[in-house]
């Protein structure tokens, strides 16, 4: 099992908007560097929205190419239909992913899809692959899932053995998922840039998907806490909430680009339209809070 | 301008979910008969969201191919990304799109866009393409578009001349659209499988989007209407409205697929899960309905 912090690559562009693929590498040897137990790639926080099925592949190829065994790497491989996201899960599987990651299926406002019908999609995915899935609770799709369907998808896919719960109220879900779910969904994470860390951890999360922002002060605290060091987990954590609470209320994935650029590890916080980037403002706050953490997404490019 | 009858085709899959590329073109053939003034690819109701980008690829040129300038082709191209909305309306063009059709960028629950960036989104979609453009105004897209905006981008962009409007109340926002862009934005549709076809058209719309499932009765509604004899106009329609409106609330997509199975022209009514079959019930109450329209879909391939 992976616990821990499993931090989201954004998915790096150039200025014009063109993938960064050179840069989207430093990202992989960075991450690698903060000592984090997995990376998560083409997830929402890598505006996987915005990319065309070959930059996905580009993305997917140049970093696990990049990463060469060095760390384990989760794919995000949503579609609204069952048989495209089982390809991409395949795909990902075949190209060496170490685990899949997907929202249920929807699109729009008006694609909601019954739970018997989100059942079915996972099993038609969980049938194409070997490697773990994760299942991803994100307020994003506009498909609930409730904590039964998730723990019978768990009892019933035994390779389906992790779920990322970044719902409002996250550490009531994880506890009455746990309470349902018990051995059958090990892997308990939340999300959120791990906003909610040490009461989602008090709930039973055994890791943290967070943006690449400060995943080795992230992953530090969910080892002090795995260890029985709740105090020093918990003293870290509000040492560096108001950086995460700034990024996650105010920035959004515009924040790890930014850092990322600030500390010279890509050459541009683009984002594509209709996104858009960071105002100068919130920038500069940004970037004041992080210097005020010594983050070492500042330091070590230099 | 196109007035009258744009029907959409759906994506026509063979029973494990394939494309059908040889029913597509049976498809395009059957449109054509139907005396339709253009016909609209990849549309929502050809479930465009349940296809990769390479499928999207392979449906354009079969049917591109098989329609052979004979019946011009509306093509969607919406993407949340401008940059890739903008690529593929290029090469719509490029392939021989007449028009193209788009939403405003959406995606899921959460990415809703604001005005401004919806402005520029379009901006930036009309500099890569000389065709006319066709705004979609759609309940799926979790960006709303305002009577204000839209007559505002048609006048600012020429080649911006049409928008479907299959919000509900949909006379209304027509009447509205009339009066606020006026010559700037001739082309008025409505949408819905002209659903509320004659308040549309009493509202200003010049044609309507349907399904393929009687294109030829709705386009003759409208040629009626437009050249002043209303009383024949919605006399027809009148007539057609419980199969249409059976097509809407209880069908969906699913209502041309079953048709165009049940009169031969394709070899499965499949849609793609998670979306789901009509259940026995419904299909056939749909084809008895059908059946008492005396639809020329049930007897085209005979």
Redesign the interface.
């Known amino acids: 099992m992976i616990s821990g912090v499993v931090p989201v690559a954004p998915t790096v562009f150039h200025r014009g ?1 063109d993938l960064d693929l050179a840069g989207q590498r430093r990202v992989v040897d960075y991450v690698i560097d903060t000592g984090s137990s997995a990376m998560c790639l083409l997830a929402n926080y890598s505006e996987q ?6 930059e996905r592949l580009d993305v997917t190829t140049a970093s696990l190419d990049q990463a060469a065994g060095r760390i384990p790497v989760v794919i995000t491989t949503s579609h ?5 996201a089982a ?1 991409r899960s395949r795909e990902a599987q075949d190209l060496g992913a170490a685990m899949v990651m997907l929202m249920p ?7 909601q ?1 019954v739970p018997e ?2 059942r ?2 996972f099993h ?1 995915v969980a049938e194409a692959i070997d490697i773990p899935i994760m299942l991803q609770d994100a ?4 498909t609930p899932m409730s904590v039964e369907l998730m723990a019978s998808l768990a009892r019933e896919i035994p390779h389906l053995q992790y779920v990322k719960v970044e719902t409002p109220q996250a550490a009531d879900k994880l506890r009455a998922l746990r309470a349902a779910a018990g051995d059958d969904l090990p892997g308990l994470y939340d999300g959120e840039e791990g906003v909610t860390l040490i009461p989602d951890l008090d709930a039973g999360a055994r890791g943290t998907m967070t943006s690449c922002m400060v995943p080795d002060v992230m992953g530090q605290i969910v080892r002090d806490y795995l260890a029985g060091d709740r105090e020093a987990a918990n003293q870290a954590w509000e040492q560096v909430l108001p950086l995460v609470h700034f990024e996650n209320r105010q920035c959004g994935l515009r924040a790890a680009k930014v850092l990322l650029h600030e500390g010279g590890i890509i050459g541009s916080p683009t984002t ?5 980037d960071l105002g100068d403002v919130t920038r500069s706050a940004l970037v004041a809070l992080a210097r005020r953490q010594d983050a070492l997404i500042l330091r070590w490019a230099s």
Chains 1, 2 share one sequence.
Not at 80 to 84: F, I, L, P, Q, T
Not at 105 to 111: H, Q, V
Not at 139 to 142: E, I
Not at 272 to 276: D, H, K, L, Y
């Open positions: 908007g929205f915005s990319l065309t099925d070959a609204y239909s069952a048989r495209v390809e299926p929807f699109f729009g406002a008006t694609l899809v019908a989100v079915a999609y038609h307020p994003m799709s506009t594509r339209a209709p996104f858009g």
